[in-house]
């Protein structure tokens, strides 16, 4: 049963869960998880409700796409399985989450299909690539001539999530035009990163070590935009980041309207 648009005066985004185990080691119990900062910032910047679908699964995507108005593929402390880009495990110690790319990788081909507006961040940034035929390098630190782009540790959440170097931007691309300018100070909490772009894919933001920072989809029908950092980060406090997300709330509420109009049409 569909739910009518007109239920609800906000769009409503779609942000995939996490799968982990949470407890004491031995005591440690399956739960499904989304990040507080995710759901905030789709509220308070992209002035969207943040929605979720827990135990969706692949063959529910196109249902549930038609309840919603934009999907945010959020960051995560797990990586993209690399089998989905012809690798192996590079270092075991490193939390994975297949259940998660499982849904979210269809996720990224039933969004671009269907024009539903997409934003994905740091390992949202990367299941987009991944989805559409791109590779991840999976310890940037350890390629020669590229910067360690962890966060460290041992600092505050404010340190963490400070501006770590600067991304330069395509000029007259969006994140140019959302910056007020062609290069921006970032954050930076990612261990892996863009080893070959995928096709269709279009590169607007290098760190000055070269790796490629976001992009966008390539004639998308709706916004489609992915980011390697974290502007979901006290995003009503960061211009430039507010303006990501609210571009984003901006295409949301237009399918939002678009949909409203349709199920309120009269009966041919």
Known sequence: MSIPSQAFPQALVWLPADHRLVGKPGHQSPFLVLG???????????GAQPVLFPLADVAQIPALLALVDGVLLTGSPSNVHPSHFGEEVADPRLPLDPQRDALTLALVHACHASGVPLLGICRGFQEINVALGGSLEQSVH?????FDHRDPEGVSLDEAYGPAHEVRFVPGSAF?????ADAAQVNSLHGQGIARLAGGLRALAHSPDGLIEAFEIEGAAAFAYAVQWHPEWNCHDNPFYRAILAAFGQACQRRHAGRTRQQGAPAA
């Open 142 to 146: 350890e390629r020669e001539g590229h």
């Open 176 to 180: 140019a035009d959302w910056a007020g």
């Open 36 to 46: 507080d900062k995710y759901a905030r910032a789709v509220k308070e910047c992209a």
